[in-house]
């Protein structure tokens, strides 16, 4: 079954400092890996995206992993900020020849000053 | 440019009532999908339109929702016989044609349906 699951379903920090999400996977046939922020009431914006031959991708403060072979991705921020706080929704494509995709229920991430 | 624009932002209606939401993709974008979103839970994905056709109608969760295209553009959400269980934040996103950004969905603000 295509499942992607993320951890930790919430995570609080203080402004400034990093911090690390998760993804794992069991999506095939594999085409790509992206992860999106959402704001509260808002619709998701990409961040990063990868292939299967990409293993890192950097947006500023955000840094995306793909580990193709044990099937894992992380997403970085560095020096997080008060506007970081948004869920964070890991999504991988699938190589079906359509746009299939399945999403990850997300990250809950608040940053507190 | 314009982004992927959804209207109307909020609808209350009543149970039993029929709703109709619309999106406008990116101008040019040929794929369009439509996810629900429940209170606190992740995107559901409904269906997704490749030029007006839906290759992929698997999320839809029952007869009373349908879905279509137009032009290659604007796409209409269709709920009979609203229950309260479909009330849910409705999002459409979009995607190009071109190899590299095949992969990106950009999102409208969503929809915000509440069945009273």
């Known amino acids: 079954k295509n499942q992607v699951e993320q951890s930790p379903q919430s995570l609080i920090i203080l402004e400034g400092k990093n911090c690390t999400l998760q993804?794992?996977?069991?999506?095939?046939?594999?085409?790509?890996l992206r992860w999106y922020k959402q704001d509260t009431g808002r619709g998701p914006v990409s961040l990063t995206i990868?292939?299967?031959?990409?293993n890192t991708k950097s947006n500023g403060r955000y840094t995306a992993t793909l580990d193709a072979d044990t099937k894992q991705s992380s997403l970085h921020i560095t020096a997080s900020q008060l506007s970081d706080s948004a869920s964070y929704i890991c999504?991988?494509?699938?190589?079906?020849?359509?746009?299939?995709?399945?999403f990850g229920a997300g990250t809950r991430l608040f940053v507190k000053a | 440019g314009a982004g992927v624009s959804q209207s109307p932002s909020n609808k209350v209606t009543e149970k039993g009532k029929d709703v109709e939401l619309r999106c406008d993709p990116i101008?040019?974008?040929?794929?369009l999908y439509w996810y629900r979103q429940r209170l606190g839970q992740g995107l559901e994905f409904l269906i997704y339109?490749?030029?007006?056709?839906?290759?992929?109608k698997s999320g839809l969760p029952s007869d009373r929702f349908s879905a279509e295209r137009t032009g290659e553009s604007v796409s209409t959400l269709t709920i009979q016989r609203t229950q309260q269980e479909d009330s849910a934040v409705y999002l459409c996103?979009?995607?190009?044609?071109?190899?590299?950004?095949?992969?990106?969905?950009?999102f409208g603000p969503g929809t915000r349906l509440t069945v009273t």
């Open positions: 996103a979009s995607s190009s044609r071109s190899l590299a950004a095949s992969y990106e969905q950009y």
């Open positions: 993804c794992n996977y069991t999506v095939s046939p594999f085409s790509n």
């Open positions: 990868m292939t299967f031959s990409e």
């Open positions: 999504v991988v494509g699938l190589n079906t020849g359509g746009f299939k995709t399945i």
């Open positions: 101008s040019g974008h040929t794929a």
């Open positions: 339109f490749q030029g007006n056709s839906a290759p992929d």
